[in-house]
């Protein structure tokens, strides 16, 4: 048997791994090389991809460019293809309605004559623009009745700012100065408290400074007016205006208004006058009368010494109106104080007020589905509620909670056939509610 | 001494009026200018503007002059600014062709 040669052994091993320990960093070094050729054929190939998607990059951008000088000389073009407008131009605008009423209370079912107001607009360059609205309808007895619901110049004094003189519409709330035209109005009628008779002020006779401010994206808006102010009537304040002031105490009224964003506009409003107590226009020989004659200056004078009431109202309304949404609320509070008291008994009076609101929503359905019938449908729904305080026959004659819910159908964008149920829930326990279903077919032009 | 209360609206009514009559002769020279993204920012403000209360009725509904008229109507009425009217105005007149 041959003797393990250790020697021999260990020998062979420490050649062994001399061999290895000279040949490792030479292996390591190779693939280290390989590695890097590898990392640079990747961004070799990173690097074409991005050159070609560069080069379309710059060719989409070309056509872009291309497209966009089209437009913008499309634009020029079209901007420069205007007529020419006469220093003196018109338009003749407007809107009219008719209807009819089934209801369950004691009212008739009944057509409704509805109403025309045509509205003529006249301006002068940039400078001044006259706009005047009658409402002509007629009444329950057969009369035709015609209202000058406003007759107004309105001076452009600047981008901002726009002077409106003559008898407007009340710049209070949202409702009566936007939305009444039956057109526009996604109910067949106002909501309570909102209309005649109502807590909203209707117009008024003065001036107003009117106008919108850009603070950078958002806008900010106003309307203050000084004017006639409101009177003591049947529903125990008129709040319309009058071509004379029964008295020298101007009324104030306005609304600010933000829009933080597009879609959503909040405003604030307010009325703040002196109401002298209610005047005959013909005495029938009661010694407290006030009569009014056409000099009116016995008049005043008997009205300043009677004491007169302290009118304030104040309110809020919003409006989001994105895609088919349309979403509005408004609430306006009044109160009436120290009305017809007499300083020299200190006898008080009892404060008459009222307050009003209304939410509603309206959706329209273009979108929903493939159907163009369906496009055209709006369904809406509205409640709201109308309460005065501060004597009997006045809180039973105005208090109610009305909730509408309707159907339009729009035939043009100022083309609108309406359905609705309108369901009246009066508070005074005496007066049965009523229920009226509704149609309505306005036309604004 | 009442009366003289009574007359302070419309005298700061006056000044301000005083004030901002200056802006109008510079907003008349400005609306002659050609500007061709004009009818970009007027079809923006078209469309959010005039949607906040009602339907927006075609630009072919009416003429140049017509328009004119209604786009200030509105100007007052919705408390626009005359500079985005007058974008308004040049959209809907270059749009009824």
């Known amino acids: ?445 | 001494m009442r009366k003289y209360t009574a007359a302070l609206p419309f005298l700061a009514i006056a000044g301000v009026v005083g004030f901002l009559s200056f802006g109008a002769a510079t907003a008349e020279q400005a609306k002659e200018k050609v500007d061709p993204q004009q009818f970009a920012r007027g079809a923006k403000a078209w469309a959010k503007t005039c949607a906040r209360c009602h339907n927006m009725k075609s630009a072919q509904d009416n003429s140049d002059e017509e328009w004119h008229v209604d786009v200030t109507h509105m100007r007052v009425r919705a408390n626009i600014p005359g500079d985005v009217a007058r974008d308004i105005e040049a959209f809907l007149r270059a749009s009824n062709k």
């Open chain 1, 1 to 445: 048997m041959k003797a393990i040669s250790y020697w021999g052994i260990a020998a062979s091993m420490a050649t062994a791994v001399a061999i290895s320990g000279l040949t490792a960093p030479l292996y390591a070094q190779d693939a280290d090389e390989a590695r890097l050729l590898e990392r640079l054929n990747s961004l070799e190939s990173e690097i074409q991809k991005l050159k070609e998607q560069l080069k379309e990059t710059k060719k989409e951008s070309s056509d872009t460019k291309k497209v966009a000088e089209k437009a913008e000389k499309k634009a020029i073009k079209a901007i420069a293809a205007k007529d020419i407008v006469r220093a003196n131009s018109w338009h003749l605008a407007g809107y009219a309605d008719v209807g009819i009423e089934f209801s369950d209370g004691d009212n008739a079912d009944t057509f409704t004559s509805g109403k025309f107001n045509p509205a003529f607009h006249f301006q002068f360059k940039d400078i001044v623009l006259f706009e005047s609205e009658f409402e002509v309808q007629t009444s329950n007895t057969g009369e035709t009745d015609i209202v000058l619901e406003y007759s107004q110049l309105d001076f452009l004094l600047h981008d901002n700012a726009v002077l409106v003189a003559g008898k407007f519409l009340s710049p209070v709330g949202q409702f009566q100065e936007r939305l009444h035209p039956s057109w526009i109005n996604k109910a067949t009628n106002a909501p309570a408290g909102f209309g005649h008779g109502g807590i909203q002020p209707i117009s008024e006779v003065g001036l107003m400074l009117r106008g919108g401010v850009p603070i950078g994206e958002k806008l900010f808006t106003y309307s203050v007016a000084v004017g006639n102010g409101p009177r003591a009537g049947h529903d125990g304040v008129e709040l319309e205006g009058f071509g004379r002031d029964d008295n020298s105490n101007k009324a104030l009224s306005g609304r600010l208004a933000f829009m933080p964003f597009d879609d959503l506009e909040i405003g604030g409003s307010f009325l703040n006058a002196k109401i002298a107590p209610e005047a005959e226009e013909e005495g029938d020989g009661h010694d407290d009368e006030v009569e009014v004659e056409d000099d009116h200056d016995e008049a005043e004078e008997i009205i300043a010494e009677v004491a007169q009431g302290d009118y304030e109202l104040w309110g809020f309304d919003l409006a989001y109106t994105r895609g088919n949404w349309d979403i509005r609320a408004e609430y306006l509070t009044a109160d009436l104080k120290g009305l017809g008291g007499d300083d020299d008994h200190d006898e008080a009076p009892e404060p008459l007020g009222w307050e009003a609101w209304y939410a509603q929503a309206a959706y329209r359905l273009s979108g929903v589905t493939d159907s163009a019938f369906i496009h055209r449908l709006e369904p809406m729904v509205r409640y709201g509620r109308f309460t005065a305080e501060g004597d009997h026959e006045l809180e039973d004659e105005l208090s109610e909670k009305r909730f509408n819910v309707g159907l339009n159908y729009w035939v043009s964008p100022s083309v609108v056939v309406k359905t609705g149920l309108e369901f009246r829930n009066y508070i005074a326990e005496h007066r049965e509610d009523d229920t009226r279903l509704q149609f309505q077919l306005s036309y604004g032009f």
